[in-house]
């Protein structure tokens, strides 16, 4: 099983594209547990995450959470702000394994 992990300012804008990367995960047959939380609880869930996606309004933390991110081995990256704008599950989906995928 792989474990997606989002973060956002408060962990609600991100519900939404949590549900609509499970629906995606789920018609692709792809065994995931996505979920998301507030910035101040990355440091408590990131070591239960195989990939950490960002929202774009938390860019400013990339280099101090990559930090962390190293630490305990886990991907990160900014979620593209088109794809968390439109609420493109898919897309949110395919780039967090892709980051899987690279470190394979």
Known sequence: ???ILLACSAGM??????????????EKGIDVKIW????????KDIEQADVLLIGPQMR?????LAKLADEVNVHLDVIDPTAYGRIDGEAVLN???ELMEEAN
């Open 60 to 64: 400013f933390l990339k280099k101090k």
């Open 95 to 97: 780039r967090a394994l």
């Open 1 to 3: 099983m792989k474990h």
């Open 36 to 43: 998301a939380v507030a910035q101040d609880k990355v440091t």
């Open 13 to 26: 804008s991100t519900s939404l594209l949590v549900s609509k990367m499970k629906e995606v995960a789920e």
